[in-house]
């Protein structure tokens, strides 16, 4: 089946610092989703993009689609603690549903 | 206020009993989705529904059933047939069909025991 490939899968963050993490598909997509989980909550969506090339920025965060449809990233800017979490995408094929990766960890660095 | 809700929020079972998870949606959504969440793994999808009294199989269906009787509702029951239920489990809806924004609930945490 169609896998989505994200990465990384952990990181450290310091406050101020901007954060860079994406997803990779085998196939295209025609959807891309960004969300943040904390523990023990469900995903809040932050970032929904739905074309290629589409850049677009919820606050402090700004994704693209990626051109070729099967990639897409996701950028915090100026991190804050309140940034930690895990960080999901989710690809929508043309046909059939959405297909989560496995979450990019954001931690504090100690 | 609108949004999702599921109950309760953690649910302890002895192994072999059925187990009902509640989701409902005030959001006029026409498709509700439920996934299933292991440590480490990304959501995969048990089963969704775009219209009332309407239901598809999603990756992992064996072992659970729905219903879908009223818009607002979609309730999940965790059968005994399912080898391996402790897991936490999120429900979702969507305006449309196309399930291409998806708004998930708080999520309910089973253990089975």
């Known amino acids: 089946g169609q896998q989505l490939n994200q990465s990384p899968q952990s990181m450290f963050i310091q406050e101020g610092e901007d954060v860079s993490m994406n997803c990779t598909s085998s196939s295209i997509f025609n959807t891309w989703l960004w969300y943040k989980q904390d523990p023990g909550e469900g995903p809040v969506l932050l970032i929904a993009?739905?074309?290629?090339?589409e850049l677009t920025s919820n606050g402090r965060l700004t994704a693209q689609f990626g051109i070729t449809r099967k990639d897409s990233f996701l950028n915090i800017s100026a991190s804050i603690p309140s940034d930690v979490g895990i960080y999901f995408c989710a690809g929508q094929p043309r046909r059939g549903n959405l297909i989560f990766g496995k979450g990019t960890k954001l931690s504090v660095k100690p | 206020d609108g949004g999702i809700t599921q109950s309760p929020k953690y649910l302890f079972r002895k192994e072999g009993q059925n187990v009902t998870l509640s989701c409902e949606q005030n959001?006029?959504?026409?498709?509700m989705y439920w996934y299933r969440q292991d440590p480490g793994q990304g959501l995969r999808l048990i089963y969704y529904s775009q219209i009332v009294n309407d239901f598809q199989k999603g990756d992992i269906a064996e072992g659970y059933s729905v219903s879908r009787e009223k818009k607002e509702s979609f309730p999940l029951t965790v059968t005994s047939a399912q080898k391996n239920p402790t897991a936490f489990y999120l429900c979702a809806s969507s305006p449309g069909t196309s399930g291409r924004k998806q708004f998930f609930g708080p999520g309910t945490r089973l253990t089975v025991l």
């Open positions: 959001l006029n959504h026409d498709a």
């Open positions: 993009l739905y074309k290629a090339g």
